[in-house]
């Protein structure tokens, strides 16, 4: 009887280390920068890994009045390009937890 209170005991002291290890790395990841690029790089997108986006630099090139679409679509790019390598990165880094949980 006592020896399956041990291992409850064990278990959760390894979840608890485990929670700890995830909230450094969800941190490391949120401080972390992004950049998305559009085409050539004439618009950057620059994001921490929390998907909050810091700074957008555009390269006057590109600025046409009589085309404002396509820098809005360049826009859309590097934010939609940025916002991928964050979550890709969340993926491989915080992944290796969800997938040995059951139930996430």
């Known amino acids: 009887m006592m020896r399956g209170m041990g291992n409850m005991q064990g278990m959760m002291k390894q979840m608890q280390k485990m929670q700890k290890e995830m909230m450094k790395e969800q941190e490391a990841l949120n401080s972390k920068q992004f950049i998305g690029e559009s085409t050539n790089g004439y618009v950057k997108a620059t994001f921490t890994g929390d998907k909050t986006l810091q700074d957008i630099t555009i390269n006057e090139a590109i600025v046409d009045a009589d085309d404002v679409e396509m820098l809005q679509d360049m826009?859309?790019?590097?934010?939609?390009?940025?916002?991928?390598?964050?979550?890709?990165?969340?993926?491989?880094t915080m992944g290796k937890y969800t997938r040995n949980i059951p139930g996430l």
């Open 75 to 92: 826009i859309i790019l590097a934010v939609n390009d940025g916002l991928k390598k964050i979550e890709k990165e969340s993926e491989q």
